[in-house]
């Protein structure tokens, strides 16, 4: 079974950064990602990078703001989040896509991110 930790989660104030990383016990995979969820709302696609190319993919809510990257040697997906808006405020989850077709089927624990207005 595949572990996925994440962590940089914080309260910050609207307009400042943040930086999340998730550690995943596994260095083969197909895809990573996350999601976030905030309070009484479903679960949403936030970002996600493919091992091949790699290609990147955002929501268009985060685009332009946040960037999503990997570092190979550490099996490391970050997130990082610019000029954050009290909307980003949610739980947010790694995810990572074993092999093409299965989906995301490996899901981290959260961290929560909080942006004050």
């Known amino acids: 079974q595949v572990r996925l930790a994440e962590s940089g989660g914080g309260l910050v104030q609207a307009g400042g950064s943040l930086r999340l990383s998730c550690v995943a016990s596994?260095?083969?995979?197909?895809?990573m990602g996350w999601y976030r969820q905030a309070p009484g709302k479903e679960r949403e696609f936030v970002a996600q990078?493919?091992?091949?190319?790699?290609?990147?993919y955002y929501d268009d809510s985060v685009k332009g703001r946040f960037s999503i990257s990997r570092d190979d040697a550490k099996n490391t997906v970050s997130l990082q989040m610019n000029s954050l808006k009290p909307e980003d405020t949610a739980i947010y989850y790694c995810?990572?896509?074993?092999?093409?077709?299965?989906?995301?089927?490996?899901w981290g624990q959260g961290t929560q991110v909080t942006v004050s207005s």
């Open positions: 995810a990572l896509a074993s092999a093409p077709g299965t989906g995301y089927d490996n």
């Open positions: 596994t260095s083969s995979w197909n895809a």
């Open positions: 990078i493919n091992w091949s190319g790699p290609k990147t």
